[in-house]
């Protein structure tokens, strides 16, 4: 048995915004069709064409945001596809990371906004730089978000929209470096600026991602590590027309999905840990280069796990999957992976304005899968419910204090922690990365002096290679967690290896 203490500090670090809770819907594999989109047709019960099995499971996560239609999906998107009539729309080429599908367009703009209001979520639409055009990306935010009389807003009112969507965020191209067009940093610069500023005449309250890239490009890939800081010095006085940068991160050292062994195991969590310090770096090359008077945020808007499996480039010495589409097994492992990462955004939350998981049905790091009629759960799933008391709560110091350490030299225990902005309640999620050893938590909570321990949930399974599958019995589910008050708002919990939990908080103040 490992012991630690987690010592909650009083003082918060920032709001965490519940847009670090986002989704990415892209038009992928099984992501948007089969997985949110059957159709009203169906025989699979749904919502105006939306399944209702994962309609009330992203309902219930929360989800408060989300992005769409891609990705590298996007760069090839022509937004008039998707409006009109369903029978009038025309099947094309849909075309992403290898994967090549009949895109009949029966998702398009007013379906994906009704998605949106189903589940809760704002929506953040991503716009085609590489094979679109400046006029046609405001023509869309016209017909999406304007309110004066127009043939654009008339036609949004033909098929069915009177009053503008007021959508916030557009991202003004995706990874332009290499799907989306393969550009240099400075010819983006340029277009970007010209997209930006048009953009901005349409509709000046629009919040626009700029596109940004991980500074540890794989060797082979060529890419530009410095692209973050040769776009934003080419922008000069212009990187006031970018309201966040994004950049993505997926974990690709974690060797097999399932069968994995304890060192691969720690591996993948180590990645994960390392999320935050792209977001740091990140940070670092925003503060010198952009011009302080205009506060440009970092958007995580792809992150997660892409096993070997599931992809034919980087590292993993297994067979792929041919074609790769992008469907993954989804681990115990995955789940706690996205824990670590979390407790980084959490720190982060300052700096970061959003953070998408990839994908949000089937395809990646999937919160859910489905087969057929079937859905399943993943451990991904059940970790990011266990963080929903920290969606829109104040970030939280915390330190931990552990002898035991694991490979990368971390602690072999780590946490999390928030507290409600009004003060009633907090939460603390702690993680016990060790491979086979159960953990002694004791959790000391400076600024609620008077907290009782509430809800707690533990997460595990007997092998962190567990999995959800459609259709079977869950292996990987939260349990109750027993909490030992130990006074002076000091509690011990006992927990397993490779698990996580959340233990909640009532507090009637200092
Ligand atoms: O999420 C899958 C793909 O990963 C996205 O389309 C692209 O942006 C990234 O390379």
Redesign the pocket.
């Known amino acids: 048995m490992l012991e630690a203490t987690v010592t909650v500090g009083a003082e918060p670090i920032g709001v965490i915004s519940p847009r670090l809770y986002g989704a990415?819907a892209?038009h992928?594999g099984r992501c948007c069709y089969g997985g949110l989109w059957v159709g009203p047709d169906s025989d699979i019960p749904n919502v105006d064409g939306f399944r209702s099995d994962v309609v009330a499971a992203l309902r219930a996560l929360p989800t408060p945001f989300i992005r769409w239609p891609?990705?590298?999906?996007s760069e090839h998107y022509h937004w008039r596809s998707g409006i009109g009539p369903a029978a009038t729309r025309a099947a094309s080429l849909g075309m992403?990371?290898g994967l090549y599908t009949s895109d009949s367009h029966a998702l398009g703009t007013h379906e994906f906004m009704r998605f949106c209001e189903l589940i809760g979520a704002e929506p953040y639409l991503a716009g085609n730089v590489a094979t679109g055009s400046v006029q046609e990306m405001c023509d869309w935010i016209e017909y999406v978000n304007s309110s004066t009389d127009s043939a654009l807003t008339r036609e949004r009112a033909a098929n069915g929209r009177l009053a503008p969507w007021n959508v916030k965020t557009w991202g003004v191209g995706?990874?332009s470096w290499?799907?989306g067009g393969r550009f240099d940093a400075v010819t983006y610069a340029h277009e970007y600026r010209r997209f930006a500023r048009m953009i901005r005449d349409v509709d000046p309250r629009a919040e626009l991602v700029a596109v940004g890239q991980e500074d540890e490009p794989l060797p082979e890939s060529g890419l530009d590590p410095e692209w973050n800081a040769r776009f934003l010095e080419t922008l000069g006085p212009a990187a006031g027309l970018v309201d966040h940068l994004s950049v993505?991160k997926?974990w690709i050292h974690g060797g097999p999905e399932t069968d994995f062994d304890e060192s691969q195991y720690y591996a993948l969590l180590d990645e994960a840990d390392g999320t935050e310090g792209l977001i740091e770096r990140t940070w670092r090359t925003i503060e010198a280069v952009a011009p302080p008077s205009h506060r440009i945020r970092i958007a995580l808007d792809?992150w997660g796990v892409w096993h070997p499996e599931a992809r034919d480039w980087g590292p993993g010495d297994v067979p792929r999957r041919r074609p790769p589409d992008?469907e993954q097994a989804n681990t115990l492992r995955d789940a706690l992976a996205v824990a670590v990462a979390l407790e980084g955004l959490h720190r982060q939350c300052n700096v970061l304005s959003m953070a998408n998981l990839?994908?949000v049905v089937n395809?990646?790091q999937a919160p859910i899968l489905t087969d057929g009629p079937r859905i399943a759960l993943t451990p991904t799933y059940h970790a990011l419910a266990l963080h929903r008391p920290h969606v829109g709560a104040h970030a939280l110091p915390v330190q931990v204090e552990a002898a035991t350490r694991i490979p990368g030299k971390r602690t072999a225990v780590s946490a999390t922690a928030s507290v409600a902005t009004n003060g009633s309640s907090g939460a603390v999620t702690i993680v016990n990365r060790h491979w086979n050893a159960p953990a002694e938590v004791r959790m000391r909570l400076t600024g609620m002096p008077n907290a009782r321990a509430g809800d707690s949930r533990l997460l595990t399974a007997d092998a962190p290679n567990a999995v959800n599958v459609p259709g079977e019995a869950e292996q990987v589910f939260p349990r109750p967690l027993e909490v030992e008050v130990l006074g002076d708002a000091t509690f011990r919990v006992s927990i397993p290896a490779h698990s996580m939990a959340t233990i909640e908080f009532a507090s009637n103040g200092r």
């Open positions: 990415f892209e992928l891609g990705g590298c999906y992403s990371c995706n990874e290499d799907c993505h997926y792809e992008l990839a994908q395809v990646l």
